[in-house]
């Protein structure tokens, strides 16, 4: 098995790739539009300053509340799926 899966990894490494190949650098250039440089507009900006302890706490409880509520949607699609599993498996047994 491991031998066929060597087998199949070389095999499959065996085609072209997906990358384009770098251009010829011997090739006459291609021509192109004139380079115009970009200006370049350089702003002081404020330091970075730690959020507020409220901030935080804030954070903290709204990420647990989403927490709890994508767990409590998630638990009741898992088991709607699990007894809807059951009944129809059930279902079909009886047949």
Do not use: C, F, H
């Not at 770098?22 to 370049?40: D, F, L, M, Q, S």
């Not at 954070?59 to 059951?86: D, F, H, T």
């Amino acid at each position: 098995m491991a031998g066929l899966a060597i087998a199949a990894l070389a095999l499959a490494g065996w085609r072209k790739n997906a990358r384009a190949a770098p251009p010829n650098p011997r090739r006459e250039p291609r021509i192109t539009r004139p380079r115009v440089p970009i200006g370049i507009a350089e702003t002081v900006v404020p330091l970075y300053r730690r959020p507020n302890p409220l901030r935080r706490v804030w954070a903290a409880a709204a990420s647990a509340g989403l927490a709890v509520v994508i767990g409590a949607v998630a638990a009741i699609v898992i088991a709607y799926g699990a007894a809807w599993l059951v009944v129809t498996l059930t279902d079909l047994l009886r047949q």
